[in-house]
């Protein structure tokens, strides 16, 4: 009995983990390549105030794949963080926001926007960390003030004390920081309590039901009150309808990012351009 069970367990392995444990080692392998021979991509979203003008924007990166074309991030995040590949792709987004802003700091046009990337736990809690953001700011003279980082609850979640430490050094050095995907997590509220950051983002799946679901609407009021209580800027994403940017507008919400603005697109197709302007 208990052999057969056994071989059915491997006979299971060998049907289904083995395609998956195949297809993990081929992005993992196909990642190390992304890197080597500059597949990865970094995409901009426009983010604007509640006049519609353009603030900034957030990177978000694209892996352009040889044959299979263009890959979307939680389809390899969670594979590179599990590697620790997280490590120089992290590099790499730094590296081109950096990069970025610096290119923005040239034209009167762009010089005022603000540029987030997001970080995951594990960049976030390398050792070196820390002097990589010094090393990049150095590097590029960028103002720090005109970079964030996003953190998710994951992050916390490591290792609190260092996450405050780390947040604190991250602070001192002027760069921002905003709490991503508020309200999917667990303890958000005593993180916003106990942390230094300055920026909330609601999670889109309170967004997109907040005209159907007047709980979400409610959720949303109540955050954006409570986040300023707090002293910090709220910003609404995945914003897609005029009614949910009309609704976000009436209770207060500070910044907006979704597809009813702007979609994310690359360096080359990113413009500076607020949204009223696009609509007339
Ligand atoms: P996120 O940081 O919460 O990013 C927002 C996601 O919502 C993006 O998906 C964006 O394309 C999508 N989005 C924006 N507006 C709308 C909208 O109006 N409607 C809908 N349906 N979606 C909208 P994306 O680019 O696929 O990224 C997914 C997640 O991957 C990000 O969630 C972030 O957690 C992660 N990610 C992206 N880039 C990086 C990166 O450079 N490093 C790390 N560690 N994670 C990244
Ligand atoms: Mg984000
Ligand atoms: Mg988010
Ligand atoms: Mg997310």
Redesign the pocket.
Known sequence: RARDDARNTWRFFNSEMQTLVESRARIEAGLHEALEQDHLN??F?SQFDARGRLTGA?????WNRPGEGRI???QF?PL??ETGL?LP??SW?LDTACQCLKTWSTNPRTQGLHLS????AR?FHQPRFIDLLLEALDQYQISPGRLSL?L?ESVVLNDLSQTEQRMLAVRDLGIGLAL??FGTGFSSLSYLKHLPFDTL?I??SFV?DMIATASSAAIIRATIAMGHALGLTVIA????TQEEWALLKDFGCDAF????FA??VSNEEWKPTDFSVKQA
């Open positions: 970094l995409f979203q957030e990177g978000l990166i694209r979307p991030p939680d995040i590179a963080e997280i792709i992290g987004v990337i997001n970080v995951s960049q996003e998710t991503d995907d983002k999670d889109r997109s994403e995945g914003v897609e990012q979704g597809f009813l979609r994310p």
